[in-house]
């Protein structure tokens, strides 16, 4: 089935959130569903490292236990905001208003959109075009399904979304929810229509009301937050979006890095401090070293922070970028705020023909 598409499932522990990026692996466009709002530098960063062009970001409804990254991530690529049109005025922000029937391309692939209202009144289920994945929401989760004692939540609707609108496709067809709280990752139709013990089995819709109405949950946490967030799609009152550095364009690797371009580091060498890790023998190889960079081997590292500027930014840098990476890491557990690793490290600095000194360092050189 994925021969077909591009896909991947992310994971938020603090919401225990699912989020879903979903590409045509010819056109490279994307789908995106379910953002979270702390998540957003490790989702654009998987875009952009697979090289997709995301087309439009989707939430199977307004949540309340998290913001969503919607806003975001539209401000980053461009991309349009899917929601569901039953929210009426009081969603703000998208510009993609789905209801039942509607279909969202990406390439040559596409969701088709069913409404499954019960959870909230704008709930939407996505089911690709194979029928192969749905991605319910919060309408039916894996052996359970969403509360419905607020936001214009109905047991009764609930009911009729699954069994009318979920449990009437194929029986292989993979359930993928927005949240699950025991680190089960999928489903199928099959089983839930089997297994579900709110609504699978035998259980008819005084079963499912009933179960429903006496759950006496707390209601979430982030509830009075989370709500009037995701009403504007998002986006923070003040406007801002959140950068992972002020001093400089850092960007956000998808392994969770803290990155900047050679360029950059190459314009602006007096306002920072090049701390190279590399070994010393090193130096003298056909990659050169960056003038006035700080030489102190990776494997010392941790035995010598306190040579390390703390009046700006320190900037990593080894042979390709890996082992730099890890000092960074290793600056940040330490308590340095202003850190960043060159991507590419020397071998991108030499591709680029960046200016380097070669030769035995001299005594007045920062060295080991």
């Given at each position: 089935m994925?021969?077909?598409?591009?896909?991947?499932?992310?994971?938020?522990?603090?919401?225990?959130?699912?989020?879903?990026?979903?590409?045509?692996?010819?056109?490279?466009?994307?789908?995106?569903?379910?953002?979270?709002?702390?998540?957003?530098?490790?989702?654009?960063?998987?875009?952009?490292?697979l090289?997709?062009?995301?087309?439009?970001?989707?939430?199977t409804?307004?949540?309340?236990?998290?913001?969503?990254?919607?806003?975001?991530?539209?401000?980053?690529?461009?991309?349009r905001?899917?929601?569901?049109?039953?929210?009426?005025?009081?969603?703000?922000?998208?510009?993609?208003?789905?209801?039942?029937?509607?279909?969202?391309?990406?390439?040559?692939?596409?969701?088709?959109?069913?409404?499954?209202?019960?959870?909230?009144?704008?709930?939407?289920?996505?089911?690709?075009?194979?029928?192969?994945?749905?991605?319910?929401?919060?309408?039916?989760?894996?052996?359970?399904?969403?509360r419905?004692?607020?936001?214009?939540?109905?047991?009764h609707?609930?009911?009729?979304?699954?069994?009318?609108?979920?449990?009437?496709?194929?029986?292989?067809?993979?359930?993928?929810?927005?949240?699950?709280?025991?680190?089960?990752?999928?489903?199928?139709?099959?089983?839930?229509?089997?297994?579900?013990?709110?609504?699978?089995?035998?259980?008819?819709?005084?079963?499912?009301?009933?179960?429903?109405?006496?759950?006496?949950?707390?209601?979430?946490?982030?509830?009075?937050?989370?709500?009037?967030?995701?009403?504007?799609?998002?986006?923070?009152?003040?406007?801002?979006?959140?950068?992972?550095?002020?001093?400089?364009?850092?960007?956000?690797?998808?392994?969770?890095l803290?990155?900047?371009?050679?360029?950059?580091v190459?314009?602006?060498?007096?306002?920072?401090?090049?701390?190279?890790?590399?070994?010393?023998?090193?130096?003298?190889?056909?990659?050169?070293?960056?003038?006035?960079?700080?030489?102190?081997?990776?494997?010392?590292?941790?035995?010598?922070?306190a040579?390390?500027?703390?009046?700006?930014?320190?900037?990593?840098?080894?042979?390709?970028?890996?082992?730099?990476?890890?000092?960074?890491?290793?600056?940040?557990?330490?308590?340095?705020?202003?850190?960043a690793?060159?991507?590419?490290?020397?071998?991108?600095?030499?591709?680029?023909?960046?200016?380097?000194?070669?030769g035995?360092?001299r005594?007045?050189?920062?060295?080991?």
């Amino acid at each position: 089935m994925f021969g077909r598409l591009i896909f991947r499932q992310l994971f938020d522990a603090a919401s225990s959130t699912y989020t879903y990026l979903l590409a045509d692996p010819q056109t490279r466009e994307a789908v995106l569903i379910d953002t979270v709002f702390e998540q957003h530098l490790r989702d654009l960063a998987l875009v952009e490292e697979l090289g997709l062009k995301l087309v439009a970001v989707l939430d199977t409804h307004c949540h309340a236990d998290h913001v969503t990254g919607a806003w975001l991530m539209q401000a980053a690529t461009g991309c349009r905001i899917g929601v569901s049109k039953r929210y009426g005025d009081a969603m703000q922000g998208a510009d993609l208003l789905l209801d039942h029937g509607d279909r969202v391309a990406f390439g040559q692939r596409h969701l088709d959109v069913r409404a499954t209202p019960g959870h909230t009144d704008g709930c939407l289920c996505f089911v690709s075009d194979d029928q192969g994945m749905a991605f319910t929401g919060d309408s039916l989760l894996i052996r359970g399904a969403g509360r419905c004692d607020f936001q214009q939540g109905s047991a009764h609707t609930l009911f009729r979304s699954i069994t009318e609108q979920i449990f009437s496709l194929p029986d292989e067809c993979l359930i993928y929810p927005a949240h699950d709280y025991n680190g089960r990752t999928m489903s199928s139709v099959a089983e839930e229509r089997r297994h579900n013990p709110r609504i699978g089995g035998q259980a008819d819709e005084r079963d499912f009301v009933g179960f429903m109405e006496n759950l006496n949950l707390p209601h979430p946490k982030q509830l009075a937050v989370a709500v009037p967030a995701n009403l504007r799609s998002g986006r923070p009152e003040d406007g801002r979006v959140p950068r992972p550095a002020d001093w400089g364009p850092v960007r956000q690797s998808y392994a969770g890095l803290l990155e900047i371009e050679p360029e950059w580091v190459a314009e602006h060498l007096d306002e920072v401090q090049v701390l190279d890790v590399r070994l010393r023998d090193e130096m003298d190889e056909r990659l050169g070293r960056i003038a006035g960079a700080r030489l102190i081997p990776l494997n010392e590292l941790r035995d010598r922070l306190a040579e390390v500027a703390t009046d700006r930014p320190v900037i990593a840098v080894c042979h390709a970028g890996m082992r730099s990476g890890q000092a960074s890491v290793i600056l940040r557990q330490a308590g340095l705020t202003r850190v960043a690793n060159m991507r590419g490290g020397m071998l991108q600095w030499h591709q680029l023909g960046l200016p380097v000194e070669r030769g035995a360092l001299r005594a007045s050189q920062p060295t080991s």
